[in-house]
RNA sequence: GCGGAUGUGGCGUAAUGGCAGCCGCGCCAGACUUAGGAUCUGGUGCCGAAAGGCGUGGGGGUUCGAGUCCCUUCAUCCGCACCA
């Protein structure tokens, strides 16, 4: 029956007895019932009792939902076959964290959109792939446990079935049968699994491609490392050379060639610096680090060295920036990725530093890697130490000085915190003979060696009684090392340029830089060294000293955030050396600053003062000369950074365009030997290493402190009970603390780190394919069918890490042969984010009063936040706000016009901000379907934008208006078989037609209004036709499936409408023979004119030149041009 | 500072270079014999009594015609932030 006809209502209805029937009427009653008399009463109870009695009343919607909820579960209607005879389409959302808070109205937005595209590709006729499944390691789950002494495996499943349960209610069509959780050890068994893939291979820079690390194994049995050097310049054999033949690959030990190995790993465990964040007790990841402090709680993070897992994205950055252009990302994520890779073209450019002679002294030498602290009083022992000799180091240095040896040999030399008795720094070898004197253990020994090893030194050791007794035999022996060592280049000419490393050798003469813009090597007025550069102890005068050690002493008092947050200004230092230009030969101070980032390029840069806005701002405030290369491109002021001035004072450059020069000096520098093209990426390793209990143990064993893989056979290696989940905070993991888990009898260790939960969010879309696979991660016919996601969608906080470690993994298991596509994702479609809308009531200090927004200007008040549901608009519920909380109940209120108004701002939604709107409520309200069409209609999907129910009775009216269509003014339904009509037959094929468009460009908001203005059409038509309607439940299934659902088997279909086929839309039903034309003057529009569209342009002239309009505007005169466009608009100009 | 996005009624928003404001909220008026957080009908950009004029953040340009294209400027939001 009708909502508003009154003719049902029962005469001898016996009001009384329907009291307390529902609390919802006693509270109506109850708000209203000072101001009504017994008729009002009488009303609100009749219309109540109306309300209950229709159709399509909210009792109704949540049978009417809930009935077919339940039957398409039963009849598994969602589950998903892979069916090669129809085309696939694959929609993913992004899976959900599930936190304890619940879903609130933000999370379905994503969620709606992608089940209208799941829903309406369906009955486009795909075969359409749509799961839904949990991101469910991770430290909220942990950190909860520690406060409340709760498992996270408790406490996550209990969250996961209350996603599970407020999803369910919205009606979305996941094939739940493809669950997956990544910390279900079925699952994460394959996240080790493809962790150990990765493990086990190489990034082979020649191919560009990953490959199984027996490949490269090969290659060095074959060549030694000639072809493929360390990925990482600073990893030197234990011979010290960052390079290595065939004959010594196969001389080298177990332990010695799994290290080298490990320096080629995509997944590979080393010394790095990481953000350690002693609050969290754990490591954070760049990307979860926010200005110097932790993402979430925003505790301070600082630099420290750990032994960690990372993966080698780096490899793979030229790729991940290539792939974007084969993938439909919006431009600024794109954008973001590009920006998080940093790619940067450019060459490095070797100085010569004046006055260094090639080959540094002994004290700079040791300088260079002493710790400082320790340099000056090292530097003093060893002096002492060399008056003191013991007689057997006597006896060999004079040997070792007299000999020929052709190597200059060093005593007391300091290597880092260590003298060393005799060096020979060409060879990189350490010869010691173990003293008297020194009374040290085997042990002090050993660390000792492990540490020049390190370091690159090769060691050999002799006793005294050697020494004594059998010098020649020594000797001998110090020379046959020596010549199987290999001689470390050292560089002393133009025409043989040094390795271009920091940590590398030739330092000491040279200093190197990287640079984008070569054309501007002219204008250099200065170089910059980061203070943190190695360099900087060795190059530093006497004379400045001083300076230098007050300002490291200083930038290494200033914190990370302390950097970030002063970012802009100026400090530095002068060193007191020069560096002599390569081009120029104009000799250049050399400085340090904190401006220079040590991580970054070679840690120091050339000052182009004219061309650089930082340069700039560092010459002026330390008065430094400025060049000028770029004329009247510089104004004295400002440095200009463009490409398109004309060089001068350049030399023989002079007169190019800049633009032309970068490429005409980058080869004049390699023509000289002292520069060379370079590419360089802000991106860095990703460390992989958590210390925290909730998430994938790595599946290695450590045997001798090397990381061996486990067998696929024993996998997963489950993580271990635990309730202790406290990190110990000394940078090992709770797993730590699990001592019979840790350790084996056999002195064998496992890992205490646990993976970052970007590891089993980086596969998941691959593993709904085949989700209860036990063989593999996922068949490949599965993979080979499902392929590609077509669309995913979600937010655009994800754009960095995981869109990129997806990305990365996808990539590597291509390369690997898993996978016959390297992209992940076809298009990503970011829903905006819905904001809250809080509310906030002003207390007066120090009373328990609370004053209207209007008047707080009188009074010196703190806002508070508000539950929102205990405000109406910014209206205050007084008696509700005092009946929430105890200690309010005798609070007053200055009111304004009789009212409490609040203050409100738009604000993150969150449980601490009283703001959060969850969707149970709106569904039990007005249904799940005018929930997902609401969403829908706020806006463009992409937009950000704050939560409002305003309007959700707009939405809420159209499906009762729509359902009302099926039925007669008695509630009955009923359709009918007429012929449709001509307009009938337009409303419906005008809205198959958008609709169709609208979802291929996500563009939800108009299809609703869409459907709106066809059901306002055809109530005005009072169609009731089911040739009209049938095609138009179709249509409006993937947006309101539970009613379209009831009204398809109310027309008659047993099947379910996820099965039916969208109707197709007929171009000839839109077509119409006349138009109205507008009829504009100087291109103002003053009337109509309906002509025939086939009408010729001429006929339109004639008539609108005839016309009274025209001559009421034209005042006569000829028009000077007419423009017609047919079927559009006609414009006369006069 | 760099990069990206967005600026349209009281509000959310809509407009293949062709009648700016569709659709909805809100508001106003009316109908349903009283009542009304229901329903239905009509109205609703601004100024103006009207004719008409003015209107898409501001300024310029291209065009017969610009919310839409170009230049410039301002504001807001997001991302990155001393990356040489």
Redesign the pocket.
Known sequence: M???D?SVFPNDLNLNGLTGLSGELDE?LR??DEH?GP??I???R??YII?RMAEYSKDEISRIEDKWRSAWAKNKVYQTELDISKPKYYVLDMFPYPSGAGLHVGHPLGYIASDIVARFKRIKGFNVLHPMGFDAFGLPAEQYAIEHGIHPATSTQQNIQNFKRQLGKIGFCYDWSREVQTCDPSYYRWTQWIFLQIFESWYNRKEAKAERISSLIACFETEGNISHPFPNLKFRTPSGSDSFTATQWKTYDEKTRREILMNYRLAYLAHTDVNWCEALGTVLA??EV??GVSYRGGFPVVKRQMRQWSLRITEYAERLLSGLDQIDF???MK??QR??I?K?T?CLVTFKIKGLTPGPSPEERGRETANKKYWSILKAYSKDLRKNQTKAESILWEELRNSKLGHKIRRQHVIGIFIADFTCLDKRLVIEVDGDIHLQTEEYDNARTEFLHDEGFAVIRFTNDEVSSDLNNVLSKVKKTLDELPSIKRSSSLSEPAPMTIGGEGRGEVLT?????PDTIYGVDFMVL?PEHPLVAEITTESYRKEIDAYLKYVESRSEIE??A????V?GCFTGAFAINPISKKETPIWIS?????????????G?PCG???DHKFAKHFKLPITNIIGTFYSGEEANPSYEATLENSGAFNGMLMRDAVPAIIAELEKLGVGKRQI?Y?MRDAGWSRQRYWGEPFPVIFRDDVPYAMEEKDLPLTLPDSDNFKPSGNGEGPLANLTDWIDFASGEKRDSNTMPTHAGAAWYFLRYMDPHNQKEFAGRKSLDYWNQVDVYIGG??H??AHLLYSRMWVKILHDLGYLNFDEPFKKLINQGKITGDSRFVYRVRGANKFVSAGLIDQYETDPLHVDISLV?GLELDTDGFQRSRPDYASAKFILENGKYICGSAIEKMSKSKYNVVNPDDIIDKYGADTLRMYEM????LE???PW?T??I???Y??L??FWNLFHDSTGKFGVGNDAPTKEELRALHKTLKKIESDIENY?F??S??EF??CV?EL??LKCNKRSILEPLVIALSPFAPHIAEELWSLLGHPNTILNATYPAFDEQYLKVNSH?Y?I?I?????A?MEFALDMPKEDIEKLVLASEILKKWSEGKPPK?V?I?QG??V?V?L
Not at 513 to 517: A, E
């Open positions: 009708r909502l508003h009154k109506l708000r209203k009504m008729m009002t009488f009303a609100l009749t219309r309300g760049n990307d926010i200005n919006s431009e600024s954008d973001i920006n998080w940093g940067s450019g830089v990287f640079t984008t813009r980061a950097r970030m002063e970012v802009k200004r400090t904190e401006y220079v980032l040590a991580g970054y390029g070679t840690g120091a840069i050339m182009v650089d806005e930082r360089n802000k655009s906080e754009a960095v109406e209609f706020l806006g463009p937009q950000s934008k409002s305003n309007g009775d707009g939405v009216k159209f009762r208006r563009s908001n108009t609703v209004s709106m203005i306002n109530s005005s109205a507008p504009s100087n291109g103002k529009v003053r109509t041009k423009i466009v559009k608009i414009n100009v």
